[in-house]
């Protein structure tokens, strides 16, 4: 699946010059929505328009069980030149795509990570019935997922009463220190006004991110060193009763709009790349 952009041309007609813009903000959409892509099944889809071009309701109840099927023979390592489900010799648009599916890249990027963690929730949760465990947590999640995406970062992954947001990895952000930063604040006051207490560690620095996995097991991820790092902040904030503990180069950046004190010297240790 290729997405290609469109030259820029600057037009009289400013109906034109809107629809170009559009047309630039839903490349860039469909670029960030191919990073998690499951890209054997779209292989399968586009592969099938090519050959089957019959849209009734029956083609496409076989089509979906056609996509399924030959998933499973992807993940055994099927050979190239073939659809070993159909017998059938892949098309060139087939062959194209499926080549790409194990072409995983990794690129070297600055970014900056949060590790976010809700301090005492398991033991709230023992207190509370299932539903409203679920209501609280439910709650704060949608507020950072809104909050992280008007920030332009991601909530990478989550688990349970632990969340881990990156900025500049997959959506470029050139100010993802300051957006860190602001996070490290604005988590720790909702948390707050919920009733919760958090605890947050955030750091700054390289890291090796791209499409990384196999055709079955595709994510976009990142290898770096300030991955444990910035869970030794947030567990140090824990231990030591202060909401959010940042490493240098984020509190450079961000001291201008936010006001920092020193936590004293941390024993942590040294995490090798």
Not at 183 to 201: D, H
């Amino acid at each position: 699946m290729r997405i290609e952009e469109i030259p820029e041309r600057t037009s009289a007609i400013a109906e034109l010059n809107a629809m170009q813009a559009a047309m630039r903000l839903m490349l860039a959409n469909l670029k960030e929505y191919k990073s998690y892509m499951p890209q054997h099944l779209v292989a399968d889809v586009c592969s099938d328009d090519d050959t089957e071009p019959s849209t009734n309701a029956s083609s496409v109840a076989s089509r979906a069980s056609s996509v399924v099927s030959r998933s499973r023979s992807f993940g055994k390592g099927s050979g190239s030149g073939s659809d070993k489900s159909s017998g059938r010799p892949m098309s060139k648009r087939q062959s194209i795509i499926t080549s790409n599916i194990f072409a995983l890249q990794l690129s070297t990027r600055k970014v900056s990570i949060a590790a976010l963690n809700i301090v005492g929730f398991t033991g709230l949760a023992r207190s509370k019935d299932d539903k409203e465990v679920l209501g609280i947590h439910g709650s704060l999640a949608l507020w950072l997922t809104n909050e992280v995406s008007a920030l332009r970062g991601i909530v990478d992954t989550f688990s349970g009463d632990r969340f881990f947001v990156t900025f500049n990895a997959s959506k470029m952000l050139m100010s993802h220190r300051p957006a860190a930063g602001r996070l490290g604040c604005t988590f720790p006051s909702e948390c707050k006004e919920m009733g919760l207490t958090a605890s947050a560690g955030l750091a700054s620095g390289e890291a090796k991110v791209g499409n990384m996995g196999c055709a079955t097991m595709r994510k976009f991820s990142f290898v770096s060193s300030l991955v444990p790092f910035v869970y030794a902040l947030e567990r140090h904030a824990a231990d030591m009763g202060l909401t959010t503990l940042v490493d240098p180069l984020v509190q450079q950046e961000c001291q201008r709009d936010i006001l920092f004190r020193r936590a004293g010297l941390l024993k942590l240790r040294k995490f090798k790349d």
